[in-house]
């Protein structure tokens, strides 16, 4: 039967004990019947008529041995199935059954030979011991049934709990990925915000036509956005690129030295993230080996198909910036490409307005405009101010003999040589025609001569590729209060000047 394999087995002619703990359930279930029949023989043997406590060979089993026997094999056998498994139950049931058939075998064969035992009583007997083997059978296979559900229990027991314990890990991953997600959403919410202000606001930024202003603005608004690293508004130029504003702004022993991204971002025209400079870019060997950064956020300012400029951020930290900041800068860059780009149109614009196209100097309604100002602010300040004026020797000669072309072309270089010489506050403005002036604030008259002598001697000394020749000019000096006190009598002076270094033979200086 299958409850004896749970115990024993044959292994190569061999009795193989399957299960210990079975064999020594079973060795102490074979004392329990011995020990009622002992207790029944013991204590019974004064109320039966045929017992006689003398020797085991007239020991009787009676009826409460047959219902304690029965009891304990249906109530140990299934319990002991249930709580330690069917092969326990089996030993149990085996230790309780056999001893106990043997014992009724016994009690029926001494009744036997007993005079004075009725035939009932042996009937009895065998039909106890018949009750006894399907008892045991019955309960064993019970308790062999209850060990199998005990296992598929178990089983179903440990799986539920397997997969309770999956589902509480997974229900704890959830968990913490949406706080993270949470927090993601609340700080993308908040960065939204701060985009969707700016965004809002850019109809102010664009009413700033001041470049630098906006630059600074626009650099503010980054930081802001990020709240670390620093930002970092260039321009592109022709040799490269300019810094506008940085924020937080650069130290004055600091220098921006990350220029070479720049170019990059200007050639590939894309956003660039790099998380650490020197594992993450192939840097040039003219690039500065010392940096103060590690990571790095570029995103272009585009004009069309054009880069106008870049904001850069950088950070000392490696892995500082994340996909979301690149985002965020990027999302910024749209009003402020178009911010930073009307205002450098309007500076331009400005410039143009008061510049001459030709030579890039002052405009003469610009130079009207400042020089009563100048002189306002010298009387205030009884201070010196001085107007050189300069004219071209010849210069219609140039025209008629090589054209308008060669004309302009010396126009230009003669104003290239006024600007260089053009100190600060002062300007040099176009007058007219070929006519030029220098407004000196805060000089006097001695220096104004040598600045106007300076001047010419470097004229002299040029030569004009395009005319093969050298060319001269004739000035004029001025000066307040010396010569005269309104800015209409200061200019006369100057031009009355000229005339005369004209009239006394050209290329030369004179005094008012």
């Not at 009307?342 to 614009?349: I, K, P, R, W």
Request: with cysteine.
């Amino acid at each position: 039967m299958k409850f004896v394999d749970r115990i024993f087995r044959i292994d190569e002619g061999k009795l193989v004990i399957q299960n210990k703990i079975s064999l020594y359930a079973g060795f102490i279930a074979v004392l329990l019947p011995v020990l009622f029949v002992i207790l029944n023989n013991f204590f019974g043997a004064s109320t039966h008529p045929h017992n006689q406590p003398t020797a085991i060979a007239n020991f009787e089993v009676n009826s409460r041995v047959y219902w304690i026997y029965f009891i304990s094999l249906s109530l140990s056998v299934p319990i002991l199935s249930f709580l330690w498994g069917g092969h326990i139950g089996a030993g149990v049931s085996v230790g309780l059954s056999i001893p106990f058939i043997i014992l009724l075998l016994f009690n029926i064969t001494s009744m036997s030979h007993s005079y004075g035992v009725r035939s009932d009583d042996i009937l009895s007997s065998i039909v106890g011991l018949i009750a006894a083997i399907i008892t045991c059978i019955g309960i064993t296979r019970l308790g062999e049934k209850i060990g199998e559900a005990r296992l598929n229990l178990r089983g179903k027991i440990a799986s539920s709990w397997d997969h309770y314990q999956d589902m509480s890990a997974k229900k704890n991953l959830l968990h913490l990925q949406i706080e993270e997600t949470k927090k993601k959403s609340s700080a993308m919410n908040l960065l939204i915000q701060k985009i969707k202000s700016l965004i809002d606001s850019s109809s102010d930024l664009a009413k700033e036509l001041d470049l630098s202003k906006t630059a600074k603005y626009v650099a503010h608004n980054a930081r802001e956005i990020l709240g670390r690293g620093r930002v970092l508004v260039y321009r592109y130029n022709q040799t490269g690129s300019s810094l506008l504003y940085a924020e937080p702004p650069l130290q004055s022993n600091e220098s921006a030295n990350g220029e070479d991204f720049n170019s990059i971002v200007k050639r590939r025209r894309k956003n660039l993230l790099l998380s650490d400079i020197s594992q993450n870019y192939q840097i040039a060997p003219s690039s500065p080996m010392e940096r103060k950064f590690n990571s790095l956020i570029l995103v272009p300012l585009m004009t069309g198909y054009d880069v106008w400029g870049v904001i850069r951020v950088e950070s000392l930290q490696k892995s500082d910036f994340t996909r979301d900041d690149l985002s965020a800068i990027d999302m910024l860059s749209v009003p402020a490409t178009l911010a930073l780009h009307n205002a450098d149109l309007y500076s331009l614009l400005a410039q143009k307005a008061v510049t001459d196209g030709l030579t890039g100097l002052y405009r003469r309604h610009l130079f009207e405009k400042r020089i009563e100002i100048e002189i306002s602010r010298a009387r205030r300040g009884g201070k010196n101010l001085s107007l050189i004026f300069l004219d071209i020797d010849y210069f219609k000669s140039v025209n008629d003999n090589f054209g308008h072309r060669v004309g302009d072309l010396v126009l230009k270089e003669i104003s290239a040589v006024l600007i260089e010489e053009t100190v600060a506050p002062g300007i040099a403005a176009r007058y007219g025609g070929e006519e030029f002036v220098l407004l000196m604030p805060e000089t006097n008259k001695k220096d104004a001569l040598e600045k106007a002598e300076a001047i010419r001697q470097r004229v002299e000394q040029k030569k004009f590729e395009e005319l093969n020749r050298t060319m001269t000019i004739s000035a004029g000096v001025a000066s307040y209060p010396d010569d005269a006190t309104s800015s209409k009598n200061l200019i006369e002076q100057a031009d009355n000047a000229v005339y005369m270094s004209k009239r006394n033979g050209r290329n030369r200086v004179t005094p008012a």
